[in-house]
Every structure is written in C-alpha cells, then in structure tokens.
C-alpha cells in the first residue's frame, strides 16, 4: 500500500533497466564479444592480449572487481586453448600485482561460474572473476544493509589501475 512503511530499504539502479530488458528479449548481443570492439577507456578495458582480455565489472561484487574473459565465444572451461589458459594464468597473476598496487592488504577471491547453475551470469561465454577483498569489506552496509559502498567512479577505478597495469 502506498505511504505505509514495509521496512524494505530501496537503492535505484535505473541503468540496470535496458539491460535487463535487452537480455530478457533476446536481442542483445554478448556482452564479452561487444566489450573489445570498444576503446579501453569505453569498455573499461585494462589490458589485452592475443586470446584474452581483462575487464572492470560494471556491476561489482567489491571496488576493483575484474573479469578476464576470452575474445572467443565459448563458456566451457574443458573447450579453452593453452593459449587461453596460460593468458588468463597471466593476466590473473597481473591483476594480483595492480590491485596490490592500490593496497597492500587486499586478498581475493578468483573464481568461475561455470553453468548457469554455477551462478554464471553469461554462461556461454568463458570469463573468470577477481574480487578484491579487504578486511571489513562484510560490514554494516552489505551484511545488514543488503548495500555495496563503492567510493570511485568506474572509470577512475579502470584508470587508476591501467596505470598500475605491469608492463
């Protein structure tokens, strides 16, 4: 009922909505295909390779969340290349190296959603997560508050760390 509290905290992501609408029709392209036709700066794109990528998530699980996904439409894990393989073991090891670079005291989660049962999102296309994970990250706000605090801008956070980015 309208005016009546129902104790539910609301945050509005209006942005979500396209997207949300264009994958439930079926007529949005592969998010992981289109993100590399993009410039770096667009897709928020920190490094490419010849079989792989490394992305910022634009809907992070914690600040820095990256994705390192393949150029290749594929989603099976057991169908990837040694190129493929040895690039993500890569670009893995480098994301390490620049999100260290923010902070010292940062661990991770590194993990695949393999299947939409798994909890991928865009199972048919192979992409790996790195959450960087800080003590007190599972505060108030999210635990309680059911609420991600990011305190930067994504393309400050992409720009921050491309400039951290091992050469």
Not at 62 to 74: A, F, K
Request: with cysteine; proline share 5%.
């Amino acid at each position: 009922m309208s005016g009546i509290s129902d104790h539910w905290e609301r945050i509005w992501s209006p942005y979500r909505k396209e997207y949300n609408e264009r994958l439930a029709g079926g007529d949005m392209e592969c998010p992981f295909c289109h993100i590399p036709v993009l410039s770096d700066e667009e897709s928020l794109i920190l490094a490419r390779g010849e079989f792989t990528y490394v992305v910022l998530n634009r809907y992070p699980y914690n600040p820095g969340h990256l994705l390192v996904c393949t150029y290749r439409h594929m989603g099976e894990y057991l169908d990837l290349t040694a190129g493929e393989l040895n690039e993500i073991s890569s670009f893995t090891k480098d994301a390490i190296k620049a999100l260290r670079g923010i902070s010292s005291s940062v661990n991770f989660n590194i993990g695949i959603n393999l299947g939409r049962v798994a909890g991928a999102g865009i199972p048919e296309h192979f992409h790996q997560h790195i959450v960087p994970r800080w003590q007190g990250d599972s505060n108030f706000m999210p635990v309680i508050g059911g609420t991600k605090v990011l305190s930067q801008m994504l393309d400050e956070t992409r720009d921050t760390l491309a400039n951290l980015w091992p050469k």
